[in-house]
């Protein structure tokens, strides 16, 4: 062999090396980029899960509560009405009230449809569809949200001023 033939045979080996040690370290980067994506997936797994379960109990505790509510509120114009109180106006409140409620009920089980449907996908290997979905739960709740505080906003500057305006009011005597 001469000194050409052994440097050059030299540079290969050096390059084969050098290859197989890159190869070695890029299995060695995929395996470890493979194992945060399953761990990253299984704490978005757990806490979708207790997600669910904990807003499953907020919405029967919050369902039931502006339940009471309106029937809280409808007994009270029973009772003015009764009392010879003029009352349309709080009637019609009670409708719109009621209404919403009800929607605030179907935006919080679309919610959480949306959210379980995102269990659906397994997480990592779903090509997007599993963050589409959590997006798309993600928009869902701001409609929760927005129909809580129609809730309240109407009971605030809509209700409350119609009950003070009752105060004001004379009751009509009954015969």
């Known amino acids: ?6 440097i050059t045979f030299g540079v290969i080996v050096a390059v084969s090396i050098s290859g197989l040690a890159q190869a070695e370290d890029t299995t060695r980067r995929e395996q470890a980029r493979d ?5 990253v997936c299984q704490r978005s797994e757990q806490r979708i899960e207790t997600r669910v379960n904990t807003l499953t109990a907020v919405r029967t505790r919050r369902i039931a509560a502006y339940g009471n509510s309106v029937e809280r ?8 009405d009764e009392a010879g109180y003029d009352t349309t106006k709080l009637r019609e409140d009670a409708k719109e ?3 919403l409620v009800l929607a605030f009920g179907e935006a919080f ?3 959480l449809d949306a959210l379980k449907a995102t269990q659906a996908f397994p997480c990592g290997e779903s090509n997007g569809e599993f963050l589409r979905s959590l997006d798309a739960a993600r928009d869902k709740l701001r409609a929760v949200r927005e129909a809580a505080d129609a809730i309240r906003d109407y009971w605030r500057n ?18």
Not at 35 to 39: D, E, F, I, M, Q
Not at 73 to 80: G, I, T
Not at 158 to 175: E, G, S, V, W
């Open 1 to 6: 062999m001469t000194i050409a033939q052994k």
């Open 35 to 39: 194992n945060v994506t399953k761990a």
């Open 73 to 80: 509120y409808q007994k009270l114009v029973d009772r003015l």
């Open 97 to 99: 009230f009621n209404r």
């Open 109 to 111: 089980t679309a919610h």
């Open 158 to 175: 809509t209700i409350r001023p119609d009950l003070q305006a009752i105060k004001n009011q004379q009751p009509a005597a009954n015969n």
